[in-house]
């Protein structure tokens, strides 16, 4: 467990601890527990399979097809994965894409970012840490909000519907 999720969850003891104590109660921290899931999103231009792995907390993790709620976007290529009901302390998804169907759309694999929309869909952003593996067709990125995630064209998406926003990203030639 990394330095940071380490703080974080010794910082949700302390306060768990503390209103513990002010209430009466007894405090229990929460347990962690390692999930494996894979899921389909059978969009019919790009075909997607998504990965999660990561360590959750709080009740068993909402891991779905989100792509009915996410219609509209732009950019967006196949279906979006929704997350939801769990406290993520570190997760990673992994999006498995078809590159012939990619290449027939028009779309470079270099223009591939991983965008996560909040469960409200009000705000979205890239994900800062993806990478991009064009020999084994994935992107990669570390995930710790509830929400939706989903595959776009850097050409065509945008957070405000406006412009166009483009991401570095690590890129591996596998």
């Avoid at 229990?28 to 999660?52: G, M």
């Amino acid at each position: 467990m990394s330095d940071r999720n380490k703080r974080r969850l010794m910082g949700l003891a302390a306060a768990g601890v503390l209103l513990a104590g002010m209430t009466g109660c007894q405090y229990y921290p929460p347990t962690l527990r390692h999930e494996e899931r894979d899921l389909d999103l059978s969009d019919p231009q790009l075909p997607v399979s998504v990965h999660l792995s990561g360590d959750f907390s709080d009740a068993e993790p909402t891991f779905r097809d989100g792509t009915a709620d996410l219609s509209g976007i732009s950019g967006r290529l196949g279906g979006a994965a929704y997350l939801d009901q769990s406290a993520v302390y570190k997760a990673s998804l992994t999006f498995h894409y078809d590159g012939e169907a990619l290449a027939k759309l028009g779309v470079p694999e270099e223009q591939l970012m991983l965008v996560f929309f909040n469960r409200e869909q009000k705000d979205a952003y890239p994900m800062k840490d993806m990478q991009l593996d064009t020999g084994a067709d994935t992107v990669t990125s570390e995930v710790w909000e509830l929400g939706y995630y989903v595959l776009v064209d850097a050409r065509n998406w945008s957070a405000d519907g406006t412009q166009s926003q483009t991401q570095e990203v690590t890129q591996n030639e596998g």
